[in-house]
């Protein structure tokens, strides 16, 4: 009778144990399952506008640096202008500038808008000069400019170093520096990037690559800065991590920047966006620096020598209105 008893307890004991651990697996189950199929936590979004395609920002939403700080990000394209009047109307949460555009985001903030640049990303802008195959610098007699006052500048550097005797043709666009070389009009034009690498590919040549202290940099309203500065940190730890990529990881960056301009992976093409691109840290310079010459290119306006940007001065609280750069690391 006892050795039933005792198989009896023993059975149970083992039912008791097996019930437990048929339990113990229900429940990891349902885990992995609510892990998989469950609700997500949706990130908060935050809207970008862009004036251009910018390898900084697309790097940032490749690599994921944005999603690691808990945000989703969204770019919408639109024009500088545009840009300015979406960020003062709330309609996106910051705007970003490229060189030739960063001139609005100043331009407002001067006048009294209350935007601030909070982080100066890319610290030299890159305006390639090119030329019809086979010509020198001495060859040139016309040259193509596009009047943003960033490659304007550098359009001046460039003539006053060299010392070159040559007509100037002022244009609105890159796109129409490009047209003025292709029909026969300029020897050479300075030109954004995207427009060197489409009149490489037609035979023509990257005479030189001009890369002056002058950044791209992400804006702010006041108000997002004070109420939200939590958020304003991540946006630009994000920022400063696909900068330190970019230094880091050259041959990755390379590739990335091909596939956002659309780019084969050929050997010059290779070798065109490590010239125009990975230079970013390789001069040492303030950001103090940056900043006072951007402002000064920006208040000269129109002007016809670089000693005419050189004579803009800039006050501190001036420079009070247009960045806020305190939480760059």
Do not use: C, H
């Not at 129109?302 to 501190?316: I, R, Y």
């Amino acid at each position: 009778m006892s050795v039933i008893v005792d198989k009896m307890k023993l059975q149970l004991s083992m039912n008791k144990k097996f019930l437990l651990a048929t339990a113990s697996l229900v429940l990891v189950a349902a885990g992995v399952i609510t892990l998989f199929l469950g609700p997500r936590i949706e990130l908060p979004e935050i809207k970008i506008a862009i004036n251009f395609p910018s390898p900084i920002l697309f790097i940032a939403a490749e690599k994921g640096f944005f999603e690691e700080k808990g945000l989703k990000v969204k770019f919408e394209t639109m024009s500088s202008e545009d840009s300015v009047s979406a960020l003062l109307a709330g309609e996106v949460d910051y705007a970003y500038f490229l060189p030739p555009f960063i001139k609005s985001s100043v331009e407002a903030s001067l006048r009294g808008a209350p935007i601030k640049i909070i982080i100066l990303t890319e610290k030299y802008q890159v305006v390639p000069v090119v030329t019809r195959s086979g010509l020198k610098l001495n060859d040139l007699k016309i040259i193509g400019i596009v009047s943003y006052p960033s490659f304007y500048y550098q359009g001046l550097k460039f003539i006053k170093e060299n010392n070159l005797k040559v007509k100037i043709i002022k244009v609105e666009r890159s796109k129409e520096a490009e047209t003025s070389l292709t029909s026969g009009m300029t020897d050479a034009a300075l030109v954004e990037p995207s427009s060197a690498a489409r009149l490489r590919a037609q035979g023509f040549q990257v005479l030189d690559i001009l890369n002056e202290a002058l950044p791209s940099g992400l804006s702010a309203r006041d108000d997002k800065i004070e109420k939200e500065p939590e958020e304003v940190k991540k946006v630009v730890y994000a920022l400063q991590q696909a900068r330190e990529f970019i230094v880091t990881e050259p041959e990755e960056t390379k590739k990335l920047i091909l596939k956002l301009f659309k780019l084969k992976e050929v050997e010059e093409n290779l070798q065109m966006v490590e010239k125009m691109y990975l230079i970013w840290e390789r001069r040492n310079i303030s950001a103090d620096e940056v900043t006072e010459l951007l402002t000064q290119i920006v208040k000269a306006g129109d002007f016809e020598t670089v000693q005419e940007v050189e004579e803009q001065v800039v006050t501190p609280e001036e420079l009070q209105k247009v960045f806020d750069l305190r939480f760059v690391k």
